[in-house]
């Protein structure tokens, strides 16, 4: 009798909130002194959680219960403020209430008509990202999963309107037979843009990898000789706010001026560094970044938000309006007073992630978000420092932001790239930091990035001081 009950969903209750908040609390709480990495393998992991596929179905009180304990030994504390690995952040206390309300209100930010709540959210943060980023207010704004998407849609808009000028329409003719089309990018370009460009049908015969000097930059006298080889073709230019090993910029306003007179697309990727704009320190980078056609940045790693929250942004609202013709029959028609968010992704039915970005954006102001990133920027050289006073330690970039990469020595016949992946295990292992490896000129080194909005001077020499023993090891030793 009881397996007909269970088989049947029931509509949530107050009670299911209070336990949910309660196994929220207790998660938010031991947060930090929880291990940062995962205790669990993957074996055990499997064992924990891979059940038969249920014929029936069980009460929601156990599910959650089951979940929240089989989940626990299998989970990453990204959120850390000493986690430096990949771009992480942390969650703010209104952008995670605010997610959380967003799954509870269930709005389908499709179109106007299915919420016009988060149709108005979205043209008040539009407003609000434009004037932080100092980006044309005429611009639009779609709301993304993240940076992978944004790019996938700035480049894809990008693509037609460089087809398009050269007299060939997409939308009608397809891509087959359509003028070639160059694609720049630097050496260093995110994997990212690599992806969004072969889903756009550009094969890496079309993609043209300039070279990067030794913060990543793309080289301007290589680049002006790949613009004079292909002078007169339909070019994509995809550049970097923010190297994600390095943090260094293109050069915005040098590259601007040298495709002026092309039939060219300048889409910038600025998953983490777009927000150097908010802070007036780093006017220097992001100098040159507003004659772009189009742009692409994340919530979730600066502005501290959880996943998933990315934006594309397109000079030309009207050529972003034409990336998606077709409308749903059942959608009604589109009014001209108001915002239909599908317009601008490439999603249909979608999350309205929105009220994430207005909360938090409330919660630091123009001023809190210009203290957070001038904030990491110092720990990042801080932390540059610090590794430079262990014997041996080297740092390899120069500090513009966020990123710290750096290398130690080895003793004769032991193998660098080897060395570093040991003294990252170590840390990894030894749980007072995370900090992890990445590919820079040829070679596996250290790679430390700085973006979460909780991370302070003591967690920087916390992990100093961890580093420090770490680099003691030796690769046998790992
Ligand atoms: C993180 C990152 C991306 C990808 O963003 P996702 O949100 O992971 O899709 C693209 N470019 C750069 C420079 C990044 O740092």
Redesign the pocket.
Known sequence: MSDRIHATPRPAESADFCAAAAHAATFHTTHVSRPIQPVATVAELRRLLDRPLPEIGSPADQIIRELVADVAPGLVAAGHPRFFGF?ASGVTAASLQADWLTSVWDQNAQVYSLSPAAAVVEEVVSRWVLDLLNLPRSASVGFVT???MA?FTALAVGRNTVLERAGWEVDGKGLSGAPPITVFVSECV?G?VLSALRLLGLGTTQIHRVAADAQGRMDLAALARGLREKAGQPLLLSL?A?N?NSGAFEPFAAIADLVRTENAWIHI?G??GLWAAVAPDLSDLTRGMERADSWST?G??WLNVPCDS?LVILRDASAHRRLKLTRCAYAGDEAADHRDGSTWVPENSRRARAFVLYAVLREFGRQGLCDLVERCCRLARQFAVGVERIPGGRVLNDIALSQVLFAFPVEAGVDPDEHHRAIAAHLQAGGACWVGTTRWQGRIILRVSITNAFTRESDIATALAALGDAAQVRPFQA
């Open positions: 771009v993240g940076g992978q790019n995110h990212t970097q923010g994600v990727d998953a983490f994340d979730h790693k990315g």
